[in-house]
């Protein structure tokens, strides 16, 4: 875990979780941002991945999984869009190749996130189905 200070208001974390995002440092984000009792909650689940995930250390191995699994060729971060108090939205755009199967695809999603004392306690994400 990083001993970097994160940011202590809403538009802050967002921002600074999008900085992150787009360079690709989705790990320091997490270990950065995150609060220890993170909740993640994905569209669906797969054979591989709970739909919903709580805890650091789940959250951080699902990123690790997604990162070892997926060739990423070009990755789109917009926002973040700050709503009320406490929650932010970001859009991603990833076109990614699923390395076991070798399929090749374009990932858009949004994610909603919450955020309380500073940090993030909630993801959400949201897939497009058309």
């Known amino acids: 875990m990083t001993t970097a200070t994160a940011p202590n208001t809403t538009a802050a974390v967002a921002d600074e979780l999008v900085s992150f995002c787009r ?74 190749t699923f390395k076991p199967s070798g399929k090749r695809n374009n990932m858009e999603e949004m994610a909603l996130y919450t955020v309380k004392d500073g940090k993030i306690v909630r993801e959400q994400f949201f897939y497009r189905t058309s």
């Open 23 to 96: 360079v690709g440092k989705n790990l320091d984000a997490i270990n950065t941002l995150y609060s220890p009792e993170i909740v993640s909650i994905e569209s669906m689940e797969s054979e591989t991945m709970p739909r919903e995930q709580k805890g650091i250390d789940a959250i951080i191995a699902k990123n690790q999984w997604w990162g070892e699994n997926n060739e990423v060729h070009s990755a789109e971060v917009d926002g973040p869009f700050v709503g009320n108090d406490d929650k932010f939205a970001v859009y991603y755009n990833y076109d990614v």
